[in-house]
């Protein structure tokens, strides 16, 4: 049952993204406003009703009502959606010049629709683990392999709806299969919910006294800022993927699925018997500088990833079982580059369920905490990587930033426990990072601003990029909230001495290239309509077509 509760959660996830993309549009604020809503409801969720689990004395039948009454409010959704977006359009219409009050509606339109139904998914691990507690032993590490499992199922449900629901079933569809899914989940776990006479009542004077208090604030310290790092990656994943296999709804699955199957499976190894007796303090210290590393060196060989990925799609056909094949490889891709530093990150918070769990018997309080604060974490990360860190670094210093970041929280676990070898290792590994910042920045703006996902190459030449900096100069760069933004020129001998602007990789406007394109496109219809006083020009591009319109209105 948790497994299909995860991917129901990710389908809504997937489809309530593109229903409010479809409101609000895609700018990097508003994909930051949402998932931070739809994460601060999960947060509250868990601390609500975490804090509650362990006195109930039924917790398998409460969650069996929580999961039909999301399933209730998701089939009821797109009449809900059709009311926020009249209220948008009209309440938004006259604050259109207005863009903090207009970002403000937007978020609260976003809590009116998402906060109910993220509140109630927020209190599903702690109910299952309130419930563990009562039946098993060792119920901490059962509770990190329900996370496991429920991150796993996660993973099924962003692929199914990323590649096969909404295309077949329209979001209508999907939704409301997806909320029947939710009711018979429910009807399970009610009905397999024994009576609370067998079930033991829960123990409040067991609690041990290995300072609870001080270990639960240290880790929810830890997860808070691992959270925060994870999301703030996967929020820059989004956009870096994006550039390089093509902006799609099948892109976003795929960074889903690489993150939540990482963190699945990282979840699953801390879970494993044979890690149980792994030392806490230095396991985490191990898992951080390995993610930290892991980044780094991403983020300085782009490139190489990037010409092991046009190696690749090369041999693929332009056909239907190609396009398969395609998705396949930017998965398979996906999880080894982004997949991976998932599970190292997210090994951390099913790590100190356990250690926690040794500690204190009020499971499901304590596991809602620590979701809390891994939760709050995502949401400040996300906030900060949307709004702060990606539109003032760019893409390239942020990913670098937040490795560092992990670097900081490993040496402050080694600082905090004395543990010598580890500072050094934290020392070396904050370096290669430091290093990464002075080198290899124009490789990246090449890299990214190439389109990629536009080549079509049969034979691949490893020395086009190495060729591209030669010749081109990018005279502007910046990683911009609705799009990577770059204007380049060639230099006459390599390239042609053409000055170019570039948006996510595509050419959209030249000063030779397509230049009679972009003219035509302003001369054509007033060919047709020579007496308009009245033009509408959807989109300014370079304002060659703009200049066009305006110099043949004015030569009358």
């Not at 303090?281 to 190489?304: F, P, Q």
């Not at 949401?379 to 702060?388: E, K, M, R, S």
Request: charged share 15%; with cysteine; aromatic share 8%.
């Amino acid at each position: 049952m948790f497994f299909f509760s995860g991917g129901t959660a990710l389908i809504y996830e997937v489809v309530w993204s593109k229903y409010l993309s479809q409101m609000f549009g895609s700018t990097i604020q508003a994909q930051t406003v949402v998932l931070a809503v739809f994460m601060g409801g999960l947060a509250l969720g868990n601390s609500l009703l975490g804090a509650r689990a362990d006195k109930l004395a039924r917790p398998l039948r409460a969650y069996g009502f929580v999961e039909a009454a999301i399933g209730l409010y998701a089939f009821f959704f797109p009449t809900l959606y059709l009311v926020a977006d009249r209220c948008f359009v009209a309440v938004g219409s006259p604050l259109f010049e207005h863009s903090a009050l207009l970002l403000a509606l937007k978020a609260l339109l976003s809590i009116a629709l998402l906060l109910l139904p993220t509140v109630l998914m927020g209190s599903t691990l702690p109910l299952m683990a309130a419930w563990l507690q009562k039946f098993f032993s060792e119920a901490g590490r059962h509770s990190a392999r329900f996370y496991s499992i429920n991150s796993l199922g996660a993973v099924a449900g962003a692929a199914l709806a990323g590649f096969y629901l909404v295309e077949s079933w329209g979001m209508v569809a999907a939704l409301q299969l997806t909320a029947l899914a939710n009711l018979l989940i429910g009807a399970g776990a009610i009905l397999s919910s024994p009576p609370s006479s067998q079930e033991k009542a829960p123990d409040q004077t067991s609690v041990k006294s290995m300072e609870p208090t001080s270990l639960l604030k240290w880790g929810g310290l830890m997860v808070a800022v691992s959270g925060g790092v994870s999301m703030g990656l996967e929020v820059l994943a989004s956009r870096s993927i994006s550039l390089i296999f093509g902006s799609s709804l099948q892109s976003f699955a795929i960074v889903l699925v690489a993150f939540i199957i990482g963190i699945g499976l990282g979840s699953g190894i801390v879970a494993s018997e044979r890690t149980r007796r792994w030392p806490g303090e230095k396991s985490l210290i191990c898992l951080l500088l390995a993610a930290t590393t892991w980044i780094a060196l991403l983020v300085w060989r782009i490139d190489l990833w990037v010409d092991v990925y046009r190696l690749l799609q090369a041999g693929l056909a332009r056909s239907s079982v190609g396009y398969v094949y395609h998705e396949l490889l930017a998965a398979a891709l996906s999880m080894i580059v982004l997949g991976l530093p998932a599970a190292l990150i997210g090994s951390v918070l099913p790590l100190m369920i356990r250690v926690v769990s040794e500690t204190d018997s009020r499971l499901g309080a304590q596991v809602g905490r620590l979701l809390t604060w891994n939760t709050l974490g995502g949401v400040v990360g996300v906030l900060i990587t949307g709004f702060v860190l990606m539109p003032r670094l760019g893409l390239r210093s942020s990913f670098l930033l937040l490795a560092l970041v992990l670097c900081a929280l490993a040496a402050s676990i080694a600082g905090r426990h004395r543990i010598g070898k580890s500072l050094g290792a934290c020392g070396a590994t904050a370096s290669l990072v430091a290093l990464c910042f002075a080198v290899g920045g124009e490789g990246w703006r090449h890299v990214m601003s190439s389109g990629v996902f536009r080549a079509r190459e049969t034979e691949v030449d490893t020395a086009v990029m190495r060729h591209r900096k030669e010749h081109i100069k990018i005279l502007f760069y910046e990683d911009a909230p609705d799009a990577t933004v770059t204007v380049e020129k060639g230099d006459g001998i390599g390239a042609p001495a053409d000055l170019g602007l570039r948006i996510n990789g595509k050419a959209d406007a030249s000063t030779r290239g397509d230049l009679c394109t972009q003219f035509l496109i302003g001369h054509l219809p007033l060919l047709a309509r020579p007496d308009s006083q009245e033009v509408f020009l959807l989109g300014l591009g370079s304002g060659i077509t703009g200049a066009a319109v305006v110099g043949r209105i004015a030569s009358r």
